[in-house]
């Protein structure tokens, strides 16, 4: 299965950008739909983001849309999360997995990487 390896988190202020990437170490991720995920403090873990193979088609939580954008570049075998616009209320550990299909938004597998941690000030 996918062992992701996610980067990219830090600490920045309301209306900045940050960008993640999610790797693997384990199978290529061009073999899966993948989606982002986040989880705050004391909150589930919940849906981010997903796209498809290709990249063509892709799917987001209303709380991101316009927002956020995933994209992915088989060729490096990468999966990105570019994030505009960030509010305090996307202060969260961000988790990419494989998932299930980009319109459910359910993660394939069980297991999931250290993530990223990804503060927004006000």
């Known amino acids: 299965q996918v062992q992701p390896v996610e980067s990219g988190g830090g600490l920045v202020q ?3 950008s940050l960008a993640l990437s999610c790797t693997t170490s384990g ?3 061009k073999m899966y739909q993948m989606g982002w995920f986040r989880q705050a403090p004391g909150k589930e ?3 981010v983001a997903a796209l498809s193979w290709s990249g063509a088609s892709t799917n987001y939580a ?3 849309k316009g927002r956020f954008t995933i994209s992915r570049d088989n060729a490096k075998d990468t999966v990105y999360l570019q994030m505009n616009g960030l509010r305090p209320e996307d202060t969260a550990v961000y988790y990419c997995n494989a998932v299930t299909n980009i ?3 359910k993660p394939r597998f069980s297991s999931w990487g250290q993530g990223t941690q990804v503060t927004v000030s006000s």
Do not use: P, Y
């Open 14 to 16: 309301a209306g900045g």
């Open 27 to 29: 199978r290529t991720l």
């Open 45 to 47: 873990r919940e849906f």
């Open 62 to 64: 209303d709380a991101v």
């Open 103 to 105: 319109d459910s938004g």
